[in-house]
């Protein structure tokens, strides 16, 4: 039988965790109180830390019984999420915590399958909640007042709480309408390419767009490693650009592993190689302050990304697909990879782009399953969409 979940650290939010769970039950929800706690409960629960602990690869002596509360914490969140990836019976999960609270549960909603519903209600959530959602779909609710014991505004709060994640659990999402996914990554300056695709696709498949912004790329490729995606068609690799040269929408360093790893079918592209990206000209690093820059917002500065740096991102990309056994083919948009890489564009440089071309060719390492073709078209130009279109049917046919 499915069950909610409810998680925290029952040594010190027990009064607020026996609260939120009461409150679950009450909406004829099953519900299962877990205790990521490292000292001894308050309150009943059906899941002891020590059981939790368990599941560290250590053992529960790697968790509890030392001084260190930092190395628990760490610790608890490792076993926690070995703990929710070995369970098949969780409709939903909800934690409540502080720092150290949010910190370990989060750790396990992150293992956990995209969709499948996940609050936390923390103190840190009207912060910077980027290290605890990271690419999952947790919602952060914020708790307004500490977790120091009930109160009128906290017992509003986890009432809302459950309230929310009980009609999530007992109205799951609708089943996939049948189209096969596949994931696609764009920029404003690659839209009408990727746009484009979409409408050529569409009919055929489900086509999830992400939006190349480091945590765009993360996601597409998360979803591919968790096998919900039939092939990629990652027409802008721009995250790869910040990665190498300190801009703040970068990639990680595995960035193309999940098509090594799942060898779908996957067709590649130049977008966007030309710039990396920084916020307003005042966040500028020193070393960059006489490049070409474009302003594409009051808050957003792109930076051109010289033939030094071309070759340093071609010969990155090309060494990573080099790795992919599964189907590859990678297109080159010969006149420009970007809508300010054009003709009369702020971005306009044939020669760095003509190093960029080079260094992929020279170490992607074509064979019979990895291939790379050049175009006479810029990557926004409606031809070269259609070529993209027709190369991911080929190879998602083989």
Known sequence: MKRIYVVGTADTKGEELAFLADAIAATGAAVSRVDVGTREAAVPVDITATKMAGYHPG?????????????????????????????????????????????IVTSGMRALPLGLPKIMVSTLASGDTAPYVDVSDIIMMPSVTDMAGLNRLSRVVLHNAAQAISGMAARPAPPPDGKRSIGLTMFGVTTPCVTAIVEELRSTYDCMVFHATGTGGRSMEKLADSGLLSGVIDITTTEVCDFLFGGVLPATEDRFGAIARTRLPYVGSVGALDMINFWAPSTIPAQYRDRLFY??????????????????????????????????????????????????????????????????ERTIQPNATRRLTRLPLHINDPEFARAAAAAFLDIARQ
């Open 59 to 103: 053992g529960a002596g790697a968790v509890l019984g030392g001084n260190d509360r930092g190395a628990a914490v760490t610790a608890m969140g490792i076993a926690f999420a070995r703990f929710v990836q070995s369970r098949d019976d969780i409709a939903a999960i909800i934690g409540i915590g502080g720092g150290g609270g949010t910190s």
């Open 295 to 360: 302003e594409h917002n009051p808050n957003v500065t792109l930076m051109r990304t010289t033939a030094s740096e071309c070759r340093e991102i071609g010969e990155w990309i090309g060494s990573r697909l080099a790795r992919c056994d599964g189907p590859v083919h990678f297109l080159i948009p010969e006149k420009g990879v970007s809508a300010l890489d054009i003709e009369g564009g702020a971005f306009h440089d044939p020669a760095a782009d003509a190093v960029l071309f080079d260094a992929i």
